[in-house]
């Protein structure tokens, strides 16, 4: 299923990489999870982003992988697939196998080592060149990739490059970013219109949502709640939205602890039933007891 990145709302949902015991991909859980998104009425999924673990596998697993989910869900919702990469060759590669096997488009992120504006520019004009006419949503995720994207910089990338139809916001402070960032394509003469999701798994989402964000990708372990969230605030129901949340804002809470949080997304999705264990690939988090027991 194709559909445009810039009317994209809702909730894209960021899919995990199941292992199994013996530290491979387990393909049986990846089916079970194709179908737990679908049936929490997301908009979209994210394949091979960072909580995908993608950087843990190598180029023919993450073939094998993009191949699997992409045939789980082209019928029902669109696929992103993250190709960021150390080098220009494997991002191209990924990109156009991704959009070969069915895929909506890719997620990008700046590269680390991108130290000024002028490389972050340049890099994202190869980027373009070599993924040509790819929809490519651009992810801002500072705490990641200690690149920092200046609302300017943004700006001038959309403006120069039509095939960015995304904005992932995870900047962090970023609420009056985001703001700026909205009201400036709703400004006669701004930047157009792009769909605005946002992440960290969702921990300020009430409040983005209020300052013109169009939903979430994030791999929250119970999408549905955001997916319910996003669906009231829509409504005008923002109160009913808000107790809905911070029901669930403990969970959401725990599992942004950097470098731990995946382990614990992975150990509720277990849990629940969907995957089968929440193992992680080293170098990564292993829960103890007492974290279980939390």
Same mark, same amino acid.
């Given at each position: $299923?194709?559909?445009?990145?810039?009317?994209?709302?809702?909730?894209?949902?960021?899919?995990?990489? &199941?292992?199994?015991?013996?530290?491979?991909?387990?393909?049986?859980? +990846?089916?079970?999870?194709?179908?737990? /998104?679908?049936?929490?009425? @997301? %908009?979209?999924?994210?394949?091979?982003? @960072?909580?995908?673990?993608?950087?843990?596998?190598?180029?023919?697993?993450?073939?094998?992988?993009?191949?699997?989910? +992409?045939?789980?869900?082209?019928? %029902? @919702?669109?696929?992103?697939?993250?190709?960021?990469?150390?080098?220009?060759?494997?991002?191209?590669?990924?990109?156009?196998?991704?959009?070969?096997?069915?895929?909506?488009?890719?997620?990008?992120?700046?590269?680390?080592?991108?130290?000024?504006?002028?490389?972050?520019? %340049?890099?994202?004009?190869?980027?373009?060149?070599?993924?040509?006419?790819?929809?490519?949503?651009?992810?801002?995720? &500072?705490?990641?990739?200690? +690149? /920092?994207?200046?609302?300017?910089?943004?700006?001038?990338?959309?403006?120069?490059?039509?095939?960015?139809? $995304?904005?992932?916001?995870?900047?962090?402070?970023?609420?009056?970013?985001?703001?700026?960032?909205?009201?400036?394509?709703?400004?006669?003469?701004?930047?157009?219109? !792009?769909?605005?999701?946002?992440?960290?798994?969702?921990?300020?989402?009430?409040?983005?949502?209020?300052?013109?964000?169009?939903? #979430?990708?994030?791999?929250? #372990?119970?999408?549905?709640?955001?997916?319910?969230?996003?669906?009231?605030?829509?409504? =005008?129901?923002? =109160?009913?939205?808000?107790? !809905?949340?911070?029901?669930? $804002?403990?969970? +959401?809470? /725990?599992?942004?602890?950097?470098?731990?949080?995946?382990?614990?997304?992975?150990? @509720?999705?277990?849990?629940?039933?969907?995957?089968?264990?929440?193992?992680?690939? /080293? &170098?990564? %988090?292993?829960?103890?007891?007492?974290?279980?027991?939390?």
């Amino acid at each position: $299923m194709t559909k445009e990145f810039k009317d994209m709302k809702g909730v894209i949902a960021i899919a995990t990489t &199941p292992f199994n015991n013996e530290n491979l991909i387990d393909f049986e859980s +990846v089916d079970r999870l194709s179908n737990y /998104y679908i049936e929490s009425k @997301v %908009s979209g999924v994210t394949i091979l982003g @960072v909580m995908g673990e993608a950087h843990k596998l190598n180029i023919e697993e993450q073939k094998t992988l993009i191949k699997r989910y +992409v045939n789980n869900l082209i019928k %029902s @919702v669109p696929v992103i697939v993250g190709v960021s990469n150390a080098g220009l060759d494997n991002l191209e590669l990924l990109s156009k196998f991704s959009m070969d096997s069915g895929a909506s488009g890719v997620m990008v992120s700046g590269n680390n080592g991108l130290k000024n504006d002028d490389q972050i520019k %340049s890099y994202f004009s190869q980027v373009v060149d070599r993924t040509q006419d790819i929809p490519i949503c651009l992810q801002d995720y &500072p705490p990641t990739t200690n +690149v /920092y994207f200046s609302e300017s910089v943004i700006n001038t990338i959309m403006e120069n490059h039509p095939s960015i139809e $995304m904005f992932k916001h995870e900047d962090c402070p970023g609420l009056a970013k985001l703001t700026r960032i909205r009201q400036a394509s709703e400004s006669k003469d701004g930047p157009r219109r !792009i769909s605005i999701l946002v992440g960290n798994g969702g921990l300020y989402l009430p409040e983005e949502l209020s300052r013109g964000a169009d939903g #979430a990708m994030t791999g929250f #372990a119970f999408p549905e709640m955001l997916v319910e969230v996003v669906k009231l605030f829509s409504l =005008g129901r923002e =109160g009913i939205a808000r107790d !809905i949340f911070d029901a669930y $804002m403990p969970l +959401v809470r /725990y599992e942004q602890q950097p470098g731990f949080g995946l382990a614990v997304r992975k150990e @509720v999705l277990r849990r629940r039933g969907v995957i089968a264990t929440s193992k992680t690939r /080293y &170098p990564g %988090s292993t829960l103890e007891k007492t974290d279980l027991d939390e």
